[in-house]
């Protein structure tokens, strides 16, 4: 079973590193998508932007463009939404999105896409994994971006009723108006809760993937499921927030299976065959434990031709059959260049073990892949702080220099 | 001929020139003191910005009080109160921005130790390759057997 696993989690890499430009653009139009149709069910005041066309124009754009562009798309794309139900409400909405940027996701622009996907997941009740997954492959700053993405889920419940409402323009309609969705804000109780539980999910999945233990990437995601749930649950006993405990049992369980399979996707060590050595250089004395990366290889298919010559002899001729080896047959040809040392069953015979000698990192699917949210540098240089000094093949390899080197 | 060797370095420089190096190679133009203030001169100005936004907001909330009590309002301890919570918030801001930048420079410098690493190495073979063309080395390694 675990063996398939990877099996297939090699596969997929494998299939990513060769489709990436295609499956990356892919994957932000999709999300693009989802997010455009979102704003638009939920407060698609404007029904000249609400049309198919522009939503999928959008999309494509997001698609070939950084992931900022989207957050920014979706932002001015609600803005526009409620500037047609109410000037004063867009721009009570842009001064919210002013002060969320200021204070907020001015640190965290590279996780500016959870402030999307939780509004978005939400309407699934997923949203919970978004701090898990961001646990998982990033810093606890990501919890401001998350921060911003309940903000932003809660908020747009109130500014649907607030635009819904016909008012006259007068100051005191104004006033009353706001002052009402002030109120409703700040008597919003679940979105504070929200807003804790998700940053103490995400700071102990950080704190526990730091430590050194075995299985400590694993724990970290179980560590994160329960914060969730247990949160949640004194959210209700304590403070009197509603929450539908079996529903948030359930979809927390959901969250952290998809925050395992990232973790999966991003690294599987081998605990089994943990490595503990000790040297010394001259300003220190190591203690070093090396976890070894679990690289499995691909099974070679081979593609055998059981040709009939007896009942066909034209077709004996056509499939080359020799005479000598009874069947025809091909290996069908893989490119196995990117697997590293360890695989040398399926290595190309161009390629031999001291092509990837003295550390270097076995070149491009680690290296690709990381920018994607696969497998990130940092992610490595986690690893290689664990694993520290080590340089046998099949184990992560620090080559960070002196400052003398610089 | 082609010499694997520096396929290999230039592919992985070009790797990293193309994602992490572009904001380490920038981030190099500086020194840590002015990389960190000039992060720190941004963060006050977004901070203040966004401050300033909260005032308004908290400022309209209560309109309706402010215009009632308009002549008796102790405008002077208001100011103080505003001004004693916007120097907290920018302490705050101010201090982790410089930690967070400076510790942010570091990281990116030992990650440009690396690149500095490869590109003498790729020096080195440019030499290795020159010697050989000049007659002066009798072999140079293309990488094919040995590696590196």
Redesign the interface.
Known sequence: MIMKLLELRTILLKIYQKARFIINPLVKFVLGLFVFNWINDSIGFDPRFTSKLITLLLSAVCAVTPGGVLVFFAMVLSLLHVFAASKFLAA?LL?AY??L???LM??SPKQAIAAVAIPVLGKYNLHYCVPLVLGCISTP?SALACICGVFIYYTMDIVKIAATRQIEMNLDDI?QL??DI?DAVMANKQMYITMIVFTLVIVAIFLIRKLSFDYAFIISVGAGVVTNILGFLIADLRFNVTVNVGKLILMSLISGVIACLVELMKRVLDYSAIERVQFEDDDYYYYVKAVPKVNVSIPRHNVKHMSDYGDNPDEEEYSGYDGDAGNDSYEEEDDYSYCDSSDSDVRYEEF?E?????G??V?YDD??L??YGIRS?DADEDETEQTKGTSDEGYEVD?????T?? | MLN?RKV?LM??LA?YEK??GKEDIKLSKYFKSDYARLNVLK?AI??T???V??V??VL??K??YLLDNVLTLDYASMGKSILGFYIGVMAVYLIATML?YSLSYTRS??????Y??MLRKLKDIYNEEDSYAAGNAAYYDE?E????
């Open positions: 009570l001064a002013a002060i940027y200021g204070f001015r640190f700053l006033l706001y002052t002030a031999d001291n092509d990837f000698s003295e270097e990192k070149e290296e690709d990381s920018e540098i080559m960070t220099l002196d400052d080197d610089v | 694997n290999r592919t992985q790797i994602r992490q963060t977004m901070v910005i966004a401050y936004l909260v308004a907001l309209l909330y309109f309706e967070g410098h030992k990650k440009l130790g690396k500095f690493r990488g057997d040995s590696g590196q």
